[in-house]
């Protein structure tokens, strides 16, 4: 059983369009961090959220920790071709603070 | 950011063989992990360490080994490599002493295909 359900698996959309992908789990969470991977290369921080409800916002990308800090969001406004990549999410248990990684969700954005 | 070095970044090889994959950072983080990805697969944690006495298994280390030479040293070893180690493998640090989170930095990756 994956800790970390990371949805949808793969999303494919046209240049403009908004999208939000999902990260939950039953387990609670001291942090929660977002990654972006493209391919052949490694993933690459966008964000870290410490504190439920909270919200980060970093350009066209909005993050959202959830208020019980079992999930996460994050939203793409207008999305660009550039935006394009593996979307990973990992979060932290407790005070050893070892990550656990969704598998990820696939985003493509056609232009 | 750390700076997080992987050598080599591609590698070819026999089965049998013995393979080190060598991973350097800069920023004197005292967290170090590899990684193996495999397509649909996500990123499964083979080995961490929290300093540079203290190594862990992850959820898949069989066939696998490590040595945390340094702070700033984490290498990898295959003892012999089999077809089915074929992946892209990342190494990855987090400052964890210093911020209290576990965010990490990845390495470029080493795309090892055995043959």
């Known amino acids: 059983t994956q800790l970390l359900e990371q949805s949808p698996q793969f999303l494919s959309i046209q240049e403009g369009e908004n999208l939000t992908v999902y990260c939950n789990s039953s387990?609670?969470?001291?942090?929660l961090q977002w990654y972006r991977q493209e391919p052949g290369e490694g993933p690459v921080l966008l964000v870290t959220v410490v504190t439920g409800g909270e919200v980060k916002k970093l350009k066209r990308l909005t993050f959202q920790f959830g208020d019980a800090r079992k999930d996460s969001s994050l939203h793409i406004t207008a999305a660009q071709p550039g935006d394009t990549g593996l979307y990973l999410c990992a979060g932290e248990r407790g005070n050893a603070g070892k990550s656990t990684f969704g598998d990820g969700t696939t985003l493509t954005v056609k232009p | 950011d750390a700076d997080v070095t992987q050598t080599p970044r591609n590698r070819i090889t026999k089965t049998g063989k013995r393979i080190m994959l060598e991973c350097s950072q800069t920023?004197?983080?005292?967290?170090m992990y590899w990684y193996r990805q495999d397509p649909g697969l996500g990123l499964r944690l083979i080995y961490y360490s929290f300093d540079v006495k203290d190594i862990n298994k992850g959820e898949i280390s069989d066939g696998y080994s490590v040595s945390r030479q340094a702070q700033a040293k984490f290498s990898l070893s295959l003892e012999s490599a089999i077809p089915n180690q074929t992946a892209l493998y990342f190494c990855a640090t987090s400052d964890f002493a210093a911020r209290g989170t576990d965010t990490q930095y990845f390495g470029p990756g080493t795309r090892l295909t055995v043959l």
């Open positions: 387990s609670v969470f001291s942090s």
């Open positions: 920023k004197g983080h005292d967290r």
